[in-house]
T-cell receptor, first 114, second 108 residues
Framework: AAGVIQSPRHLIKEKRETATLKCYPIPRHDTVYWYQQGPGQDPQFLISFYEKMQSDKGSIPDRFSAQQFSDYHSELNMSSLELGDSALYFC?????????????FGEGSRLTVL | EDQVTQSPEALRLQEGESSSLNCSYTVSGLRGLFWYRQDPGKGPEFLFTLYSAGEEKEKERLKATLTKKESFLHITAPKPEDSATYLCAGGGYNKLIFGAGTRLAVHP
């Protein structure tokens, strides 16, 4: 069965550079979530989209932005990168909002800022 | 403020030694309480959803229960392959708030 696809899987950037992470949800999943997980930490909610509209916002820095496109894939754009942005970034998708609590997570994108 | 607290932070068990993990929560607009399993370097994997106090769900050696203020994940006769971080999350349609997790290590 198709899973959530994230790219790139690994990314190394310098401080003050820009990075873009992509997420392709499971087909027919209309809700996408982004989470940031630092080493040994729990996943921190960043932002979510439902039907291409932002539905909720968590602890996402102003330097970050995200959007969901017409084909339901989502991109997380991160600018002016800082050392503290080094983390695993997970995307998750969810089918048919309201009928299930199950989120399907991707394998994550590991960002290292040097 | 929305909060999910898990205990213990880490748990070491011998194979076959049953135990329970705790999750307490205060989440506004809570629509469900969720348990996930996470292996190192991987995304969380869904285990259970609990919607109302008194509800129980089971899967192999795991059983999740829910009260009005907390949830328990009971592990019966665990095996080494049950070693993972178990995350509890509360939330609604638009976001899940995760706890810090319990790192479970099961030794043969």
């Amino acid at each position: 069965a198709a899973g959530v696809i994230q790219s790139p899987r690994h990314l190394i950037k310098e401080k003050r550079e820009t990075a873009t992470l992509k997420c392709y949800p499971i087909p027919r999943h209309d809700t996408v979530y982004w989470y940031q997980q630092g080493p040994g930490q729990d996943p921190q909610f960043l932002i979510s989209f439902y039907e291409k509209m932002q539905s909720d916002k968590g602890s996402i820095p102003d330097r970050f932005s995200a959007q969901q496109f017409s084909d339901y894939h989502s991109e997380l754009n991160m600018s002016s990168l800082e050392l503290g942005d080094s983390a695993l970034y997970f995307c998750a998708s969810r089918p048919d909002r309201g009928k299930t609590g199950e989120l399907f997570f991707g394998e994550g994108s590991r960002l290292t800022v040097l | 403020e929305d909060q999910v607290t898990q205990s213990p932070e880490a748990l070491r068990l011998q194979e076959g030694e049953s135990s329970s993990l705790n999750c307490s929560y205060t989440v506004s607009g809570l629509r469900g309480l969720f348990w996930y399993r996470q292996d190192p370097g991987k995304g969380p994997e869904f285990l259970f959803t609990l919607y109302s106090a008194g509800e129980e769900k089971e899967k192999e050696r795991l059983k999740a229960t829910l009260t009005k203020k907390e949830s328990f994940l009971h592990i019966t006769a665990p095996k080494p392959e049950d070693s993972a971080t178990y995350l509890c999350a509360g939330g609604g349609y638009n976001k899940l708030i995760f706890g810090a997790g319990t790192r479970l290590a099961v030794h043969p």
